[in-house]
């Protein structure tokens, strides 16, 4: 979903290149400590991410989202309350391999992503095969891909190409919230997710991996 544009969003992000860095050809970490990094695709406003940054500050983590005003929403956030462990990112995720380096992320989280439902849109989906090609490069050997969603038909979908791609389903839910797993019990929520979620509907969740674990 696009959101309304925000007037003060360009002057904000112009304001601080220490917190957000717009479309770089490659991403330049500025976090106070080397520890291992998150990222998350699609951010939105940034509920989830600010406050996995908050709960894990032994871990350094990235909001990628497309949408500048979306973004501005969070960094006006992390300029109020600085986490020194988040940073901020305007960019694509066509282009994840020029962003990172290989086996640079432990943990990439996809929360509530555009389903593209039409057969036409698929290789937009971020779960198709290019997209997973670029996770598995991206990731440290032992990395997570974590995937929610309220939409049925996008999770089977991912289920399936995760599948075919030859991942481990380390976790796997049908009704997240209603589970009593460790994922469950800890998990941070998104905007759309309390939403969803208030209304009664399931949250589908899978937690991958590209290695299956060793006999």
Same mark, same amino acid.
């Given at each position: ?11 904000? %992000? $112009? ?5 957000? #860095? ?11 400590? $080397? ?11 940034? #509920?989830?991410?600010?406050? &996995? *940054?908050? #709960? ?21 956030? #992390? ?7 988040? =940073?901020?990112?305007?960019?694509? *995720?066509?282009?994840?391999? +020029?962003?990172?380096? +290989?086996?640079?992320?432990?943990? %990439? ?19 198709? *095969? ?31 190409? &995760? ?15 209603? +589970?009593?797993?460790?994922? $469950? &019990? ?14 009664? =509907? ?12 060793? +006999?």
């Amino acid at each position: 979903m696009r959101l309304r544009n925000k007037p003060w969003a360009k002057e904000l %992000i $112009a304001q601080h290149p220490e917190l957000i #860095q717009v479309q770089p050809s490659h991403f330049q970490p500025n976090f106070e400590k $080397a520890q291992p990094l998150r990222l998350e695709i699609g951010t939105g406003k940034g #509920q989830f991410i600010y406050t &996995m *940054a908050q #709960q894990h500050p032994n871990m350094n983590f990235i909001a990628l989202e497309m949408q500048e005003s979306a973004l501005a929403v969070l960094l006006k956030q #992390q300029v109020a309350t600085p986490l020194p462990n988040l =940073q901020l990112l305007v960019a694509n *995720a066509d282009h994840l391999v +020029d962003l990172f380096s +290989d086996d640079q992320v432990s943990e %990439i989280y996809l929360n509530f992503s555009d389903p593209w439902p039409k057969t036409r849109h698929e290789k937009r989906r971020l779960t198709y *095969a290019s997209f997973l090609t670029q996770y598995r490069r991206i990731l440290t050997p032992t990395g997570v891909l974590q995937l929610k969603t309220d939409n049925r038909h996008f999770f089977e979908y991912s289920l399936m190409s &995760m599948n075919h791609f030859g991942m481990h389903f380390a976790e796997l839910s049908l009704d997240l919230h209603h +589970d009593t797993t460790a994922w $469950a &019990m800890t998990n941070v929520t998104t905007e759309y997710e309390d939403k969803f979620a208030a209304k009664g =509907q399931p949250i589908y969740g899978v937690r991958a991996t590209f290695e299956s674990p060793l +006999d």
